[in-house]
């Protein structure tokens, strides 16, 4: 089982900055795959980014790339999503989650393929 917290969302003027942040715990959570996710009122779930269990690899929307990175500190159990130039279309709430598999060799995108989830951390973007 592995639990999952955000925190760093808040309100934050278009072209602004946040780093959201996602403490991890539980049975062998250093070995899965992470991606955080985002929904925005009306809307479904969509993918923003994924990062490998080691870290040395990295996966990005289309929408986010280059202006988002995500990061992990295996010491800390710790995933972080750094969003830059924000726009008001990146308003939602974001959650990061853990891959169904332990230590799967590729990234995916699907959220049927994580399991495990946190409760969610608001992003508002004012124009």
């Known amino acids: 089982q592995v639990q999952l917290v955000e925190s760093g969302g808040g309100l934050v003027q278009a072209g602004g900055s946040l780093r959201l942040s996602c403490a991890g715990a539980?049975?062998?959570?250093?070995?899965?795959?992470m991606a955080w996710f985002r929904q925005a009122p009306g809307k479904e779930r969509e993918f923003v980014a994924a990062i490998s269990w080691r870290g040395e690899t990295t996966f990005y929307a289309d929408s986010v790339q280059g202006r988002f990175t995500i990061s992990r500190d295996r010491t800390k159990n710790t995933v972080y999503l750094q969003m830059d130039s924000l726009k008001p279309e990146d308003a939602a709430v974001y959650f990061c989650?853990?891959?169904?598999?332990?230590?799967?060799?590729?990234?995916?995108?699907?959220?049927?393929?994580?399991?495990?989830w946190g409760q969610g951390t608001q992003v508002t973007v004012s124009s």
């Open positions: 989650a853990a891959d169904r598999v332990s230590s799967r060799s590729l990234l995916v995108t699907d959220v049927e393929d994580y399991n495990y």
């Open positions: 539980g049975r062998n959570f250093a070995m899965y795959n």
